[in-house]
């Protein structure tokens, strides 16, 4: 069965520093994996996806994401916060037979101060 | 024009009362979903279509009805609403198939039911 965790369900930093939101997840088979951002009260939005091809994924917005297979994570990043990447992030997982279901993590929150 | 939209945004009703949500995707998607956010931003999923066939019907009360008229289109009925249904619900759908689970999901915005 697989699973999503996402370590710490918030996290704050200044504007201009780095950003790092940690995926951990688990999958009896290869992943594909995800990251989705939502702003306050809208649907959720798909940032940058993982599906076997490069390990390094680059998003939109100037997000990336890392797939460490001896790691089972797939940790986000961005260079330099900006106020309007404010938001809830959530890591997400589904397995390549089939596809028709995706889990989610328990989402984490991202605040940057001025 | 919207990819995935939701009817209605807001819904506040009364407990016991039956009501629907309506989602439309007109991305030529093959399958939709429907998943609950509850009020600490877990997403769980409910429901899932493939091309009008019901493929996932996770453990949900039966007071829950999904209904795919056809692969653009899938509706959520719920009787006998409790105050534990309040809840945001979402749609989306993805191309599951030719291309399979990689391809992601584009969700609606969202209807944000108030059980009172």
């Known amino acids: 069965a697989q699973s999503v965790t996402q370590l710490g369900s918030h996290v704050s930093v200044s504007e201009g520093a780095l950003v790092l939101l940690r995926c951990n997840y688990s999958?009896?088979?290869?992943?594909?994996l995800f990251w989705y951002v939502q702003y306050p009260n809208q649907g959720l939005q798909l940032l940058l996806k993982y599906t076997s091809a490069a390990t390094l994924v680059k998003g939109i917005n100037g997000f990336e994401a890392e797939f460490k297979k001896s790691e089972t994570s797939f940790h986000l990043t961005k260079p330099s916060a900006h106020m309007s990447d404010a938001a809830e992030y959530f890591c997400?997982?589904?397995?390549?037979?089939?596809?028709?279901?995706?889990?989610f993590g328990a989402g984490t929150r991202l605040f940057v101060k001025a | 024009d919207t990819a995935v939209s939701q009817t209605p945004k807001y819904l506040v009703t009364q407990m016991g009362n039956d009501k629907s949500i309506k989602c439309e995707q007109n991305l030529g998607h093959d399958t939709m979903y429907w998943y609950k956010q509850d009020s600490k931003k877990f997403l769980k999923i409910m429901f899932s279509y493939n091309n009008k066939e019901l493929i996932i019907n996770e453990t949900v009360p039966n007071r829950f009805s999904p209904k795919s008229p056809d692969k653009a289109h899938l509706n959520l009925h719920i009787n006998s609403l409790e105050l534990g249904d309040s809840a945001v619900y979402f749609c989306?759908?993805?191309?599951?198939?030719?291309?399979?689970?990689?391809?992601?999901?584009?969700f609606g915005s969202g209807t944000r039911l108030t059980v009172v």
């Open positions: 989306a759908s993805s191309q599951a198939m030719l291309g399979g689970a990689g391809n992601g999901y584009t």
């Open positions: 997400a997982v589904s397995e390549g037979t089939g596809g028709f279901k995706t889990i």
């Open positions: 999958s009896s088979v290869p992943p594909y």
